[in-house]
Structures are given as structure tokens and as C-alpha cells.
């Protein structure tokens, strides 16, 4: 994004409203605030993120396994998961002019204000209610009778499906612990005070994966040994059966990394930041917040978490159904311990739970269930937001670009990857039958392959400027000296130099610049 277009996004979403990426969703009825929708290049823009995922996490890999659940789940899974209990933002009121606002962003809207209010209400300078927790998510009546024992919920994450259909899944694939299992798709939270575009919206898209690995004393009683960190494992070549829980977590934070480079935002250009213990949730070991600087601040784009077995422990203990899995390598590993060795297993794991706070007998219990083989998996929860990342990618690729001799372009530099368009064609002259015959037939032979758009009108200088606004890297011209050999120019979008080429050495350069 140009310098001077930093600090506002409004330039980015007045593209986005005018080429069809992001509308206000009902807009003819004055829009609803939270709510977005994505228009023919935004929708595409947004499945090539989720299909690059998709890609990425689960079917370029062997060991991840997808899943797609519904969206109203039983209402205990949110009693399970604390949503019910603690899912919720501080809200604060203005008693004059009755705004509505989480209270941990008071200052911030403050901030914002053109003509802020020093003390109270930031909008009208009011007084300020107390602030009260209130929950995120939204209430709905499953069937014909509106009766509290029929209230559901639509979901607000869609990890606890994976959580909640995690035993159905092992006993249904022939998946061995350590494996994971993704879902990507809507999510909704009534959020307080929805803001900064499609930043923080009510209802958006999530891509979740759960990653499910050994206790690291389950590690330990495997191998004699479990790697940690600092024995530098090579994070970027094959996962191992003996990492322990902290290098699985780097080793999904170094992968999510490489995803978001490969669609398009520098690594120089996003953060990762490691939550102080202090503000770890209770049952989490470590989390690495990925954060990129949005004109509005710097903020999350998706976290990655190690939550120990805190999620499938507690479905285990609300709906009784044991979530535990059998690992025969470690029971065959546990038989060949005499008594002395067991012990002294137990008491050294003893030793190290009570050194965080947790109860010894539950530690002994733990690790006699081990030697049987049996244990509740540790998960590492990588989960990223869909629309954040499509927002990033957008200002990132946004330059109002000066060219020499005055003009200005507007050009959104997407990575081939995310591009929406990926190649547009252009018959240079309309009325020359051989050269617009080639280029019909290159539009429809791309066409079977990527997403390609069709452009005989204008001037040709327009119909490169129309793709640059649309972030299509790559723009096809046929003329009629190309049509007697068979080649055309390509035109590059962010050089905008052109290059003579045939089809099939174009469909090579493209298909490279696609491939992950
Ligand atoms: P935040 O602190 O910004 O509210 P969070 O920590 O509550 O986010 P998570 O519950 O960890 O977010 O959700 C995982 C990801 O889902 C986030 O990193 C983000 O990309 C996306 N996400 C969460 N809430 C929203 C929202 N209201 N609008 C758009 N994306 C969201």
C-alpha cells in the first residue's frame, strides 16, 4: 500500500466496492453492520485462499484428514468447550446517547474520533455504564417451539466439531496419533462493536486445523528421549515421531508462516508474537499470535496454539464418552520396563507436574494408563481467519502507482496464487478473423484450467489498466503477426513489460507460479 494511503483503508474499500470484491451485505436495505459480501472477484479471491489451504493443509500432506460439520451443533459441546460459560466481551453503554461498545476498546474508539470526548462516552462525552460480560455468541430455536430447552447456538469456531467427531474420525481412517484433522468454513460471533471493515465481522469464515500429537511423556516412554528445541531439530524437513509437544508447536507456526508467504505477504511484513505466560489461557502451554501491520494497527491475521488435551478432556468429561486412543508401539515399548523403572517414570513425572501446579495422583493415574498404552492426545490448534487473511492480502497488493510521465495506475499486486483473475486475453484487432480465432481458443483452453476473463473493448492501454485494478498478473494479446506463428505477448502487471511467447510455454510459466 502507497505511503500516504497507510493510515485509511478507505481508498482499498472503495476498490473493493467498485470493482466487486466486498459489498455491505442487504446494502439496498442500509447493510447490516458486521456483515459482508463478497462479489464475483472478492468470492474468488476468498475460495483461491481456501482452496491454497485446503491444498496446503490436508491434501498435500499424508498425516491430516478433513472434516465438515454442521453449523448448529448440540448445546452441550459449548457447555464443554467454557463458550457458554466465558465466551464473552465487557460491554459498556453510553447513558446519553445509548452507543453500545466493549469496554477494552473505549480508548481506542477514542482514538478514532475526530473530535474526541476526553473522559466518558468517546462519541458524546455521556457517562459510561459498568461494564458487563456479554456473550458472543448467537441464540437460535431448533424446531417449531420457542422453549429454552430448544435454545442452540450458531457456532463461533469450527474446532470443536473436529474435537467433538474426533473418536468417529480415528475409529473411520486408519490414522495413528500424530495426525490431524482440518475444517474450514463460517463462524459467527456477535461482536459487540464490529469494526474495521471486514476485520472483525459477525459472521465469517475460519480455516482450523487440529493437530493431534503424544503426550510428551507418552514421547519419552517411546523412545528414551524426546526432542525439544534446543536439540535444533531441521523444522522444515519431515515432521518425527520423537518431537515433543514445543517443536511440533514451532513446527506448525514455521509452516503457517510459509502458507502465508507462498500467498502473497512477505515474511518482513508480518510478526509473530509469542503470549507472555500471563496471558496464556489456563489450559494453553504456548501461543503465537501471526500479526500484520492493517492501516488501522497492528493485529492478529491467526493464532496457533498448543492447548494441551484440555478440549477432548473436557468432551470426555461432559458427554462420558472416553477420548482416549490406543497406541500399541508405546504399550509394546512400556512391557519390556521392570517394576523399578516404572517407578521411578512415575515419580520423575510426579516431580514435574507438581512443578506446574498439578495434582501428583492424577500424574500417577496418567502415567499407569501410559504403560497400558492408552492417553488423551495433545493438540497444537492452528486457526486462521479467511476473511483477515483476504484483508491483508488486499492492502498489501493495493499501490496507486506514479507512472512516468504523470499517470497514475491503480494496481493490486496479488501473488499468482491468490490472484482472482489469473490470465485475461485480448484480441488486439477485433475485425482480423485468424487472430481473434486464436484468442477465442486460448480463452477456452485456459479456461478449463484457471479462472481467465475475456476483454474485446476499448482501447488496449484500458483493458490493462481494468486488470491491473483487478490484480490479474497476467494479460494474454493476440495480433494478427502472432496468429501466422502461433504466439501472442504477455503482458506482466507488475513490470508491465510484455514477452512473446506460445501456449504452451505460457501454460508452463503459469502452472509453476500455481503450484505450492
Ligand atoms: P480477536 O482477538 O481478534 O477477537 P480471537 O483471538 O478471538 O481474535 P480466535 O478465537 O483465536 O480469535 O479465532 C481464530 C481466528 O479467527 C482469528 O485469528 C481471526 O483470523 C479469525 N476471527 C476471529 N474472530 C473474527 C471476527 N470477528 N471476524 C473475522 N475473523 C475473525
Sequence with gaps: MAEENKSTLDPLASLCKRRGFIYHSSEIYGGMPGFWDYG??????????????????????????????????????????????????????CKDCKKLMRADQVEEIRAEQKKPHKDGCPYCGGELTEPKPFNLMFKTVVGPIDDPSNVAYLRPETAQAIFAQFTNVISTSRFQVPFGIAQMGKSFRNEVTPRNYTFRSREFEQMELEFFIRPDEATELLFGHVVTLADNPDLAGEPQQDWGWEVWHKYWVEQRKKFITAMGLPAEHFTEYWQKPDELAHYARACVDIEYDFPFGRQELEGIAARSDFDLTQHQIHSGEPQSVFDDPLKQACKKLDDAAKAAFIEKVQKEWVSRGKDPVAAEKFVKQLFDGRYIPHVIEPSAGVDRLMLALLCEAYEEQKLEGGDVRTVLHFSPKAAPIKVAVFPLVKKD???????????????KKVNVFWDESGQIGRRYR??????TPWCITVDPDGAKDGTFTVRDRDTMQQERMDLATFLAKMTAALEF
Design 40 to 93: 464475483p472477484l472478492g468470492c474468488e479471491l476468498k475460495n483461491n485462499i481456501k482452496q491454497a489451504w485446503w491444498q496446503f493443509t490436508v491434501r498435500g500432506r499424508e498425516d491430516v484428514a478433513g472434516l465438515d460439520a454442521t453449523i448448529i451443533m448440540h448445546p452441550r459441546i459449548w457447555k464443554a468447550s467454557g463458550h457458554l460459560d466465558t465466551f464473552s466481551d465487557p460491554m459498556t453503554m
Design 433 to 447: 478473423a485468424a487472430s481473434y480465432a486464436m484468442a477465442r481458443d486460448i480463452f477456452k483452453t485456459l479456461r
Design 466 to 471: 481494468r486488470q491491473d485494478e483487478a490484480g
